[in-house]
């Protein structure tokens, strides 16, 4: 079975410049997270995806980021105008059982975005 | 892939020895608690989880142990190998006595660099 996978692994863009991530989870899993680790700091939750709601987006820093998830499948973070301190690790995690209730997330291995 | 260990407390550790990683928290409500391990390259990988009402679980080669009077979790890493070297994260949520379900997002701890020595 294929674990959460992202694209690009790897992202390099300009200040001012738009940048999207994409997470595919694992098939069957209507949780979907995405997360977020500065260098040196913690990683932090950004926001919550069941099937193609958005359950909760409290932690996402400002509306230069956009989360979709259309049909509920694979999911797309948006950051438009990147700025120099969004850079960092973006991560992707999905679940099939909601959190707290025994469920596992299961990490995909994570955009590294520079914003140069 | 990321520098996972800059900037983050280290633990060294003997081939063959154990390993403690401790993991303090603040939130006097959080009720479920996550051991995770990334290594390089890659995203955090679950290894355990406790609940409040337990003080330790077992699971292979680890173990974790949770105090909740000060409100600390450590992670017991037994016989550690090369394997073993990843930052280790702790992380905690907590459960809705209504509904069952958790806080959305999981708060993570800092991590810490656990590098075994050959």
């Known amino acids: 079975e294929a674990g959460v996978t992202q694209f690009p692994s790897h992202s390099v863009i300009e200040k001012g410049q738009t940048v999207t991530l994409r997470c595919d989870p694992i098939?069957?899993?209507?949780?979907l997270y995405w997360y977020r680790r500065v260098m040196g700091k913690e990683i932090k939750f950004l926001l919550h995806f069941v099937k193609e709601s958005k359950q909760d987006e409290s932690g996402m820093p400002n509306n230069r980021f956009l989360a979709e998830r259309t049909g509920g499948t694979y999911s797309t973070l948006k950051v438009q105008p990147a700025e120099l301190e969004d850079s960092g690790v973006y991560f992707c995690?999905?679940?099939?059982?909601?959190?707290?209730?025994?469920?596992?997330?299961?990490f995909g291995s994570g955009t590294q975005l520079s914003v140069l | 892939g990321e520098s996972v260990g800059l900037h983050l407390p280290t633990l060294s550790v003997q081939e063959g020895d154990n390993s403690i990683i401790n993991c303090a928290y603040s939130?006097?409500?959080?009720?479920?608690f996550i051991w995770y391990k990334q290594e390089s390259g890659k995203g955090p990988q679950f290894i355990i989880d406790i609940r409040s009402n337990m003080d330790k679980r077992q699971g292979q080669r680890v173990t974790v142990l949770l105090n909740k009077t000060v409100k600390h979790l450590s992670l017991q890493i037994a016989a550690t190998q090369p394997g073993d070297s990843a930052v280790y994260f702790c992380?905690?949520?907590?459960?809705?006595?209504?509904?069952?379900?958790?806080?959305?997002?999981?708060?993570f701890g800092k991590g810490t660099h656990l590098i075994i020595q050959p």
């Open positions: 939130n006097s409500a959080s009720d479920y």
């Open positions: 995690a999905s679940s099939q059982e909601r959190q707290g209730m025994n469920e596992k997330l299961f």
């Open positions: 992380a905690e949520n907590y459960i809705d006595k209504d509904s069952g379900g958790g806080a959305d997002g999981l708060t």
């Open positions: 098939s069957g899993h209507d949780n």
